[in-house]
């Protein structure tokens, strides 16, 4: 049962433009999300998080959006860089009544960026 | 500050031997957290450690153990391999509360089965 969803294998963007990866979960007990970026045979690099609690959070050129009622979050990247290229994993974290740091992870999105 | 150390780097091994990777996290992190990619079944969870004490586990048979240091440092132990354990084995640490909660991770030890 896949409780963290990644519905586009493949996303392709030209540079300058926005990029917006789309995330789904079906758990309600997760209370903390995170976004990861990765390159073939590397561990994967945080990028930002957000708590349950808030519906946006931004870093840079990096906005997460958290829908609580639609379970559902999405990382936005304005302006998309050839850089950004790379496999973007979405994560979620489980709320057991105690801290844990255990990720569940979507599947990844692959991102291209086109110059 | 040093990141996420994972040694080896790239390991083969024999179907039916067990095999050993270490992870050293950064600095003043507690919590160490294993993860098993492989190209079916993505990235999942195998199980955390924090202040030497396993806190949780994912649904991997007893075969995959871990065990964490008084320094952090955390090992995962694979005994009896099966050809289906090749993957690339990843390890996070990270500060070990809720806030904050973000996992830093290694490079990860290509396991290979043969």
């Known amino acids: 049962d896949q409780q963290v969803k990644q519905n586009s294998p493949s996303l392709s963007v030209q540079e300058g433009r926005i990029s917006i990866l789309n995330c789904d979960y079906t758990n309600s007990m997760f209370d903390y999300f995170l976004w990861y970026k990765k390159y073939p045979a590397e561990g994967p690099t945080f990028l930002i998080s957000?708590?349950?609690?808030?519906d946006k959070n931004e870093d840079g050129r990096f906005t997460v959006f958290l829908n609580k009622s639609a379970k559902h979050l999405s990382l936005h990247i304005v302006p998309s860089q050839p850089g950004d290229s790379a496999v973007y994993f979405c994560?979620?974290?489980?709320?057991?009544?105690?801290?844990?740091?255990?990720?569940?992870f979507g599947t990844g999105t692959l991102l291209a960026v086109q110059p | 500050k040093a990141g996420v150390t994972q040694t080896p780097r790239y390991l083969i091994k024999t179907r039916g031997q067990q095999v050993t990777l270490s992870c050293s996290p950064i600095s003043g992190h507690r919590s160490v957290s294993w993860y098993q990619q492989t190209p079916g079944q993505g990235l999942q969870f195998l199980f955390e450690y924090f202040s030497e004490t396993q806190r949780n586990k994912g649904n991997f048979p007893g075969r995959f153990s871990g065990r964490q240091f008084s320094n952090s440092r955390s090992e995962m132990n694979v005994s009896t391999l099966e050809l289906g354990d090749s993957a690339l084995y990843l390890c996070?640490?990270?500060?070990?509360?809720?806030?904050?909660?973000?996992?830093?991770f290694g490079q990860g030890t290509r396991l290979t089965v043969v």
């Open positions: 994560a979620a974290s489980p709320y057991y009544g105690g801290a844990t740091n255990k990720l569940i």
């Open positions: 957000i708590s349950s609690i808030k």
């Open positions: 996070a640490s990270s500060l070990g509360g809720k806030e904050g909660t973000e996992a830093f």
